[in-house]
């Protein structure tokens, strides 16, 4: 007896289970064919991250090394130094720069503490996620690879408009 009912409630439970997979078939599917197809990122997105410069093309970074302070990771490496040119001839908006900027993407938990603790908006948060590489090396990025004047965008990515991003606030970066 307990045979048949364990057959019996073995075939109801395969019949539900069957009934879930197949009440997905005719819903909206939600592959993506990437790289053949661009992905879709939410404004909100924190891909790698992007120095930025004012509208004479100087960089804003100040080498302050706050976002460094900040980073719970310990991946960013600064540099400082002067640039004692008239401001119009300086690599930065200031005198003191960051000769060197290096982000460690081998060691990032991309928190965004950074990008909160800067007090020039010279760092931010980009879309670009395709960071894969053969070597931890390549992980590390320098200014070369982060300012928003060099580094290369995919076009495998769109971001989304503000009224697809229906779970949260649309934050402009
Ligand atoms: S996102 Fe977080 S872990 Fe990555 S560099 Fe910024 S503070 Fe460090
Ligand atoms: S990115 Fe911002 S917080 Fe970091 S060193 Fe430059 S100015 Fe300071």
């Known amino acids: 007896m307990s045979i048949i009912t364990d057959v019996i409630e073995s075939t109801k439970a395969i019949i539900q289970g069957m009934g879930v997979t197949l009440s997905y078939i005719p819903k909206q ?20 991250h992007l120095l930025h410069v ?41 005198e003191r720069y960051a000769a060197v900027y290096n982000i460690d993407y081998g060691r990032c938990i991309f928190c965004g503490y950074c990008v909160e603790a800067c007090p020039k908006d010279a760092i931010t948060h980009g879309y670009n996620f395709e960071l894969s590489v053969y070597s931890r090396a390549d992980l590390l990025k320098t200014k070369d690879d982060l300012l928003i004047t060099k580094q290369l965008q995919s076009k495998n990515y769109r971001v989304a408009f503000s009224h697809e991003d229906v779970d949260s606030e649309y934050k402009e970066v």
């Open 29 to 48: 599917k939600w592959t993506v064919q990437y790289p053949d197809e661009p992905v879709t990122v939410q404004p909100r997105y924190r891909g790698q």
């Open 54 to 94: 004012d509208e004479l093309g100087r960089e804003k970074c100040v080498a302050c090394y706050l976002c460094a302070a900040a980073c719970p990771s310990e991946c960013i490496y600064i540099v400082a130094a002067d640039d004692p040119r008239p401001p119009d001839q300086r690599t930065g908006v200031d």
